[in-house]
């Protein structure tokens, strides 16, 4: 069963637009969730990170997210886009299900249009 | 800088050959990671380690075998590469954050 679910596998936006990529997590008794975002040939670099304190987290390039723990989601915004943002973009858990590892989703491929 | 590195970024071979794909970190580290990409899957986790000494199967493990060689380093062999190991693998550690820290990715093709 997928332990972490991103809700779109692509997501089209135009330029300067708000984005929201959808992300939600089985539920565990601790569990902290991050988002990761890999440019087109590339490694996963880190956006930003959930682990306890303040539910809306702010990271990298404008990105921030909300951890919501009664919804179990963890969605990712940012409120105006640029091309460079194109990527695609990965939600995950550590405490999912008790693995003391990261689960990973299945990724989210955001492309801007100008 | 500080990172994880991996050996080598491209890497073509033919069906039967073996290889094995380097990954060393310089961040003291307890645990590293192997993962593979593929289009459409996300990444799946191949082995891990824990600690220094220890490895264990995640969730695609057949194919291929791991030696954690010291604290810094994690290889992954491919000891017969079949077509279906085409793909882009990734190697990672963590600390104590929780959070993982990425390689630049092998990318290998097997013809």
């Known amino acids: 069963a997928q332990s972490v679910t991103q809700l779109d596998s692509q997501v089209p936006v135009f330029e300067e637009a708000p984005v929201e990529l959808r992300c939600n997590y089985s539920s565990s008794v601790s569990v902290y969730l991050f988002w990761y975002v890999q440019y087109p040939n590339q490694g996963l670099q880190l956006l930003l990170k959930y682990l306890s304190g303040s539910t809306l987290v702010k990271g990298i390039n404008g990105f921030e997210a909300e951890f919501n723990k009664s919804q179990t989601s963890f969605h990712l915004r940012k409120p105006s886009v640029h091309i460079s943002d194109t990527a695609e973009y990965f939600c995950?858990?550590?405490?999912?299900?008790?693995?003391?590892?990261?689960?990973f989703g299945q990724g989210t491929r955001l492309t801007i249009n100008p | 800088n500080a990172g994880v590195t991996q050996t080598p970024k491209f890497q073509v071979l033919k069906t039967g050959q073996s290889m094995t794909l380097q990954c060393a970190q310089d961040?003291?580290?307890?645990?590293m990671y192997w993962y593979r990409q593929d289009p459409g899957m996300g990444l799946r986790l191949i082995y891990y380690s824990a600690s220094e000494g220890t490895t264990d199967k995640g969730e695609v493990p057949n194919g291929y075998n791991v030696s954690r060689l010291n604290k810094r380093e994690f290889s992954l062999r491919l000891e017969s590469a079949a077509p279906s190991q085409t793909s882009v693998y990734f190697c990672?550690?963590?600390?104590?954050?929780?959070?993982?820290?990425f390689g630049s990715g092998t990318r290998l093709t097997v013809v």
């Open positions: 995950a858990g550590w405490g999912i299900q008790g693995a003391q590892k990261l689960v």
């Open positions: 961040m003291n580290h307890n645990s």
């Open positions: 990672a550690s963590s600390g104590t954050g929780f959070g993982y820290t």
